[in-house]
């Protein structure tokens, strides 16, 4: 039981976070506004958190550390799903567009969300400067390697790009997912994730308390999720059941919930999930 209820929780944690967003996400516009003051309602409380628990280092502790973290990280992945931390790009690439160009693009669609994680990590890691329960910090560095690790992999090219949970008010991400085999980068990422995973799990031993344990319990589990999600990309298995109950059926959905009363003006908006298109490249 001493490693059953972590990783439990951690399980749940990261299937039911990762499927509200995805739900969160498909929603009529009109809700958008309201879902991203939510969320940054909780990144408040998440930072106050990380705040109250920086110099606790009790199980109690190291839990709501590990959810303030999972929550400030959360942030981000609405925040740029809905469409209000994104980039200066706003329109797609053209077929053909690659190389160096087409990555620079690809910053440039993502531009405002990189340096919103960049300061949210500050921000954590001030409040947890020489504290004793860092658990926030760790966690949300954790979940920004390895989502940076999975979203360069798209870039290159995956089996599975999951274009289906890119909702569509953001079909300019989907000119950045490159439907390949495999590529170069991956085998080194699950390496990497690998051990990581089996560090982190020698770790737990080797701690000399109980919150220390508990730690590097969550760590090793949401890195172990990380490199399962890796693998996702890859393995010809329909993973996307996992959160199909947070997928609205998109074939019933209109124009209309993507009215031009949402704060982001976009150059198209499309639900075919092919990645060509007529707009320029530049």
Not at 110 to 138: C, G, K, P, S
Not at 152 to 157: A, E, M, R, T
Not at 203 to 225: H, P, Q, Y
Request: with cysteine.
């Amino acid at each position: 039981m001493q490693y059953a209820v972590p990783v439990l929780a951690a399980l749940f944690i990261w299937w039911f976070t990762t499927g509200t967003i995805f739900y969160l996400d498909n929603l009529p516009a009109r809700t958008f506004k309201w879902s991203m003051l939510g969320a940054t309602g909780l990144l408040l409380i998440a930072l106050v958190v990380v705040r109250d628990t920086a110099n606790t280092n009790d199980t109690l502790s190291v839990y709501m550390a590990f959810t303030a973290g999972l929550l400030a990280w959360g942030w981000q992945e609405i925040s740029l799903y809905l469409g209000f931390v994104t980039g200066i790009r706003k329109h797609r690439c053209e077929e053909g567009c690659s190389g160096l160009k087409h990555f620079w693009h690809a910053i440039e669609a993502n531009l405002w969300h990189e340096i919103a994680i960049i300061v949210v990590a500050i921000a954590i890691a001030a409040i947890t400067y020489d504290a004793e329960n860092q658990m926030a910090l760790w966690i949300y560095l954790l979940l920004w390697g390895m989502n940076l690790s999975a979203r360069l992999n798209v870039f290159l090219g995956v089996r599975n790009v999951s274009e289906e949970f890119v909702p569509a008010h953001m079909e300019v991400l989907k000119s950045f997912l490159n439907k390949q085999p495999m590529n170069l980068l991956f085998p080194l990422s699950v390496t990497l994730a690998t051990t990581g995973t089996f560090f982190l799990v020698g770790k737990v031993s080797d701690a000399s308390t109980e919150a220390e344990s508990l730690g590097f319990i969550l760590l090793a589990t949401m890195m172990a999720l990380a490199l399962v999600e890796h693998w996702m990309l890859v393995l010809p298995l329909p993973f996307e059941k996992l959160w199909n109950w947070s997928l609205p059926k998109r074939s019933n959905r209109t124009l209309s919930h993507f009215r031009s009363d949402h704060p982001v003006e976009f150059a198209t908006i499309k639900t075919t999930l092919t990645p060509k298109t007529d707009l320029p490249c530049c």
